[in-house]
């Protein structure tokens, strides 16, 4: 715990020095850009307590063993299903750590290396987008997807590159985004919901059209059984055919508090909405990718693994929620300011002990 606490104290000082030693950009949303040299050590810092661990996440052992079996392949081609073989399972990540075999036989440089892509890509982001930065910086450990991505890390690491070329659903640069998508897709096949999202999106916040949407989710949430058998016909063909039997048969679900963490700056950005379209446009974007993180955390009170699909809408979170402290008077956004930073703090500091196999915390230094 200490290790962790430490941590978010000097990405979130850091950050801080970041902002405070950049200078102004109007080619930004934000109209400022950080510092890139101090960025490194918040990113540094990210990478190393994430890529050090060791046997720390539910996953840690799985994707261990996934290193090792990448490892078996004679070439690239055969990864790809040119030959007599099947291809591999989302085979860019499977390409990319038989490359890092021939580094080291130690899957311990695969945790650093995906820390290192994943983490770069979100700094960018909120680079771009995040302000105040430091907080927005913060948030990416308050609201646990800094700890989350210890688990389902090629995953993660499509979600920080997708999360990063939101500029292209912004700009209208659909070709571009959809390149980028369908690249994804190779290390982590999930990735293609973002071409429809991307039409989606990009619609205006609280319209009849999103309204219907979110209709449809509370329809499948509140009739989850049929549509749970339409949606595991959908499954029986695909590479996550092995579900199945487990969606058939597990009751587990998303902790009702990740709910009410999800709907509330949701709730706050509908109150405000006039105010946030005054300080940004584009806010609309992020306000309905956050929309469909909590619509799908609400799917996943019937069954966590369309939790899966909220790895790459939560992160517009840490975009959405810092706009509350520039929306009403200096003394009102410091303390809104402030009052997120303990909330958030504290929703983390609760969430370890029980989330993601994150505690106890180990260093391959100790192993």
């Known amino acids: 715990m200490v290790v962790y606490v430490v941590n978010m104290g000097i990405v979130y000082i850091w950050s801080w020095f970041a902002k405070m030693c950049g200078g102004y950009d109007e080619r930004l949303a934000t109209g400022y850009r950080p510092n890139k040299l101090v960025m490194f050590i918040p990113l540094a810092s990210l990478v190393l307590v994430s890529g050090l661990r060791y046997r720390v996440g539910t996953d840690f052992q799985t994707y261990g ?8 392949y004679q070439n690239i081609w055969e990864i790809f299903g040119f030959g007599a073989g099947k291809a591999a399972v989302d085979p860019g990540f499977t390409a990319f750590i038989w490359l890092l075999n021939f580094i080291t036989p130690d899957p311990q440089i695969m945790y650093v290396t995906v820390a290192a892509v994943t983490y770069s890509f979100i700094l960018k982001a909120l680079a ?21 991505s210890f688990n389902g890390i090629r995953q993660y690491m499509v979600a920080g590159v997708l999360f990063w070329a939101i ?38 916040a609280w319209s009849p059209a999103i309204f219907c949407l979110s209709a449809v989710f509370l329809g499948m949430t509140f009739l989850y059984q049929k549509f749970l058998s339409v949606f595991v016909v959908v499954l029986e063909n695909s590479s996550y055919s092995h579900y199945e039997k487990w969606l058939m048969t597990n009751t587990n679900g998303m902790n009702i508090t990740k709910i009410a963490v999800l709907i509330l700056p949701l ?3 509908f109150c405000y909405r006039e105010r946030l379209r005054k300080l940004w446009p584009h806010i ?40 509350f402290v520039r929306i009403f008077d200096e003394k009102s956004n410091a303390l809104i300011y402030i009052a997120i930073v303990a909330c958030y ?23």
């Open 65 to 72: 063993l996934m290193y090792q079996l990448a490892g078996d």
């Open 128 to 148: 771009d987008y995040g302000r105040p930065f430091e907080l927005s910086v913060f948030l990416f450990l308050g609201t646990f997807h800094y700890y989350a």
């Open 167 to 204: 500029k292209y659903i912004i700009s209208g640069n659909w070709k571009l985004y959809f390149l980028i998508v369908l690249i994804s897709s190779a290390f982590h096949s999930s990735a293609l919901i973002m071409i429809p999202v991307y039409f989606i999106v990009r619609r205006k």
């Open 267 to 269: 709730f706050l950005a």
């Open 284 to 323: 609309d974007i992020v306000v309905n990718l956050c929309l469909l993180g909590f619509l799908f955390g609400l799917l996943a009170t019937k069954d966590v693994i369309f939790a899966r699909f909220n790895i790459y809408f939560g992160l517009y979170q840490m975009i959405l929620i810092p706009y």
């Open 345 to 367: 703090f504290l929703y983390s500091y609760l969430l370890m002990p029980v989330d993601s196999s994150v505690l106890p915390y180990r260093t391959i230094f100790s192993r």
